[in-house]
């Protein structure tokens, strides 16, 4: 533990002093601060997404619908009267294993058909979100949501960022110890082949299912921080394109390294909001990107897997390929 | 009699979307049946399809069977460019399943934006004038001439596909592409020109599927999205791959929306497809017709 510490020490340290500047730097203006909250918020999605996707090899789609289920649920036990505070725990453990109920028969699925399997069970998810008005409010969403109480006054502005820097530091803190576990390297054996995985003596399922649930916490952490910060939820605001968007910021930055996802994270985040007066180009911009990364940056900025990926690809294992092909 | 008139109705309506449903699942087997391609944007293509119709008979003022001949022809050089471009890059990649069906969601959203600050600006509701003038009575149920020519049109396309494939050397092979490509290419088979022609080929199905739906039906942007979905479902459950599968199971697709819909809101029907498909995923994920 203390060597995954020293190892990634540095980065850590300038992350974190990174992330408590913006806050206080951008506190001036609102806007811009407003926006900060939501990139470091994103970090918190990004480093679940960077363990599922980086070092798992998993390509969940329903990773919104996950956060989703999360800040409904945070809603939901804010509105019966539970303080934030404990909502929070519950909302998000709920939702993990939500997620991991949804996904554990997935799991035994490899490559394309858990990408396409999540897929599916993102678009239910949504489509739950529309359909269950008296949980959801449908398409209208639920606004007005108000601030978690922070010793004694409601919490926003600057004090909410800190307390997104911490949540964001907290959660790269996480992936760092997770990486450099035991753990962090059967997940790569896992990812990089899982037939010889397995023949190690991994059972590769359970490992999945552990890394799916530790992602899936992620998820729904960010979520329901999404909820008061944002203080708006629909079912827009977790549909697949955030889903696609997250796993954008990781495939750009570079998968599997550690710091891709952040900067992934920092490049593409603030995006939508830069652009609002082109509002709807925006999604051009996330295909085109979309694209770009697989055909010309497989590897991702940071190119962490290197000469090792050939093309944008490593999600399955050369066995599955032949037994495709047969 | 007004039981036989709903029955009649439903079976009209089910045979109509089974058609459509079948041809664009069709192109989307044999495009993943061939290059492992899991085009996720196949109903952007649909769309395109449809909405390029509504550009050429209404804005153009076009005749409708000049527009629609236009449109399905137009789509050999834009598969042929998107193929130039994009797709061919990723022939000879292990697991390009994976960026393939990355590449297609990427390709989903540029379109998605394109038509939202274009047609989505210039109307609501899409509309083609019809095909033909007069009605036509099925017992009691009267049918537009309009909508009956895209159903005959739509059933010699599955049959002239099915002759395609079967009897003809470039659908045979196709075919053994499907079944085993290296064999193929020991026997003689231009692979790589045979995905070429699969690309097109799968393309141009879908988007006769998108003039036939547009000449029957007036749609929204919103049906790109839900013909994906089905698509993808219709092509798990039958078999990637099989062409049989996919005419099979999209015949029962579209009876299962007709009837569906009769009764209860079409969300019941999706949800239903999502609910066949995740089970065919777990059970038997090389689907009812695996070749």
């Known amino acids: 533990m203390t060597d995954a510490l020293r190892k990634h020490g540095r980065g850590l340290l300038v992350f974190a002093v990174a992330a408590y500047a913006l806050p206080l730097l951008l506190a001036g203006n609102r806007y811009f601060a407003f926006i900060g909250g939501i990139a470091l918020l994103h970090v918190v999605w990004t480093a679940g997404m960077s363990l599922l996707y980086g070092y798992a090899g998993l390509m969940p789609l329903m990773f919104a619908g996950i956060a989703g289920i999360s800040a409904y649920a945070a809603v939901g036990l804010m509105a019966a009267g539970f303080a934030f505070w404990t909502a929070l725990p519950v909302a998000a453990l709920f939702a993990a294993l939500v997620g991991v109920g949804l996904g554990l028969p997935a799991l035994r699925l490899k490559g394309f058909y858990f990408t396409l399997c999540s897929l599916v069970i993102q678009t239910v998810i949504t489509l739950a979100f529309v359909y269950f008005v008296n949980l959801t409010n449908g398409d209208t969403g639920i606004s007005q949501i108000a601030p978690p109480a922070w010793f004694g006054g ?18 790269m803190v996480a992936l760092v110890l997770i990486v450099e576990a035991p753990f962090g390297r059967r997940l790569v054996a896992v990812r990089e082949d899982d037939e010889l995985a397995e023949m190690l003596g991994i059972d590769v399922v359970r490992q999945k299912l552990a890394a799916f649930f530790v992602g899936s916490l992620f998820a729904a952490v960010g979520g329901a921080f999404y909820a008061p910060y944002v203080g708006f939820v629909s079912p827009r605001s977790f549909d697949v394109l955030l889903s696609l968007n997250i796993w954008l910021m990781v495939a750009f930055g570079g998968r599997g390294t550690i710091w891709g996802a952040v900067v992934g994270t920092v490049l593409l985040a603030p995006l939508p909001f830069l652009l609002q007066d082109y509002y709807k180009v925006k999604d051009v911009i996330y295909g085109l990107l979309i694209i770009g990364v697989i055909v010309l940056l497989p590897g991702g900025i940071l190119g962490g897997l290197g000469s090792r990926a050939a093309a944008g690809t490593g999600t399955q294992s050369p066995g599955l390929r032949r037994k495709e092909a047969a | 009699m007004p039981t036989e008139l709903v029955l009649i109705s439903t079976l009209f309506t089910g045979l109509m979307l089974g058609v459509i449903f079948s041809l664009v699942a069709a192109g989307v ?30 804005s153009w003022g076009l005749h409708p069977v000049v527009a629609a001949l236009l449109v399905i022809g137009a789509s050999v050089p834009a598969s042929l460019l998107l193929e130039q471009m994009l797709i061919r890059r990723f022939y000879d990649v292990p697991n390009r399943n994976v960026s393939y069906f990355v590449l297609s969601l990427g390709i989903t959203q540029i379109l998605a934006g394109l038509f939202s600050v274009t047609y989505g600006v210039w109307s609501d509701q899409f509309q083609i004038p019809p095909l033909m003038a007069g ?6 149920f009267p049918v537009s001439n309009s909508r009956l020519a895209a159903l005959v049109t739509g059933v010699a396309l599955l049959a002239a596909l099915f002759a395609l494939l079967r009897y003809h050397k470039y659908g045979r092979a196709i075919r053994a592409v499907f079944q085993n490509r290296d064999a193929a290419s020991l026997r003689g088979v231009n692979v790589r020109a045979i995905y070429r022609l699969s690309f097109v080929l799968g393309n141009l199905v879908v988007a006769a599927g998108g003039v036939l739906y547009a000449f029957a039906y007036s ?10 979905i089905t698509a993808f479902a219709i092509m798990i459950i039958g078999g990637p791959g099989s062409v049989v599968g996919a005419v099979a199971v999209g015949m029962v697709f579209g009876f299962t929306q007709a009837i569906v819909s009769a009764f209860a809101s079409p969300t019941v029907a999706t949800f239903s497809y999502l609910g066949a498909m995740l089970l065919i995923l777990l059970m038997k994920p090389s689907g009812l017709f695996a070749r």
């Open chain 2, 29 to 58: 087997t044999i495009i993943y049946g061939s290059i492992w391609m899991p085009n996720a944007a196949n109903g952007q293509f649909f769309l395109l399809a449809a909405l390029a119709l509504w550009s050429a008979a209404v």
């Open chain 1, 154 to 171: 409601p919490l926003q502005g600057v004090g909410f960022d800190l307390v997104l820097a911490t949540l964001a530091v907290g959660a």
């Open chain 2, 135 to 140: 009605i036509t009575f099925l017992g009691p």
């Open chain 2, 219 to 228: 749609f929204d942007l919103s049906v790109s999205w839900s013909m994906s």
